[in-house]
């Protein structure tokens, strides 16, 4: 599965999620779109993108697996869902450009890492505090620390 796209202006997004793709890197950007609230379709989306991981966006949108599909339908997220949603995209998106293919960064992020206590980083995708970590253990990975 190749995860990333470019639209007609060469810029790069993931592949099948309809987000603005500068919000992967502009930070101005991201908080732009949180305010306006993305499209409950994009939960739906962004599910698939990462492997149809169904629990990660339960636990992250509080909900349960019964009512997620009610998150499919809605017009706009509220800030704090959208923002949740899309920071789990950027360290998707990060973890992409990192290992340079969407399947290789899935396995990664199945993968029990010892850097991450033996977690699988996608497990800790569900709190801010743990894609935090992530994030820190993708830039070792990605100067050479860790491989």
Not at 39 to 49: E, L, P, R
């Amino acid at each position: 599965m190749e995860a990333l796209k470019r639209n007609g202006d060469g810029e790069q997004g993931i592949r099948g999620v309809k987000v603005p793709p500068e919000v992967y890197r502009n930070k101005v950007a991201f908080i732009q779109t949180v305010r306006e609230g993305i499209s409950g379709s994009v939960v739906k989306q962004a599910i698939h993108a990462l492997g149809d991981n169904r629990e990660l966006f339960v636990k992250l949108l509080e909900t349960t697996p019964g009512n997620l599909h009610r998150f499919y339908k809605r017009k706009a997220l509220s800030r704090a869902d959208s923002e949740e949603v899309l920071d789990v995209l950027r360290v998707f998106y990060h973890t992409r450009q990192v290992f340079g293919d969407g399947d290789k960064a899935l396995r990664w992020l199945n993968t029990p890492i010892p850097a991450l206590s033996g977690e699988k980083p996608l497990d800790l995708f569900d709190t801010f505090e743990g894609r935090c970590l992530v994030r820190e253990v993708l830039r070792k990975v990605e100067y050479g620390e860790f491989s």
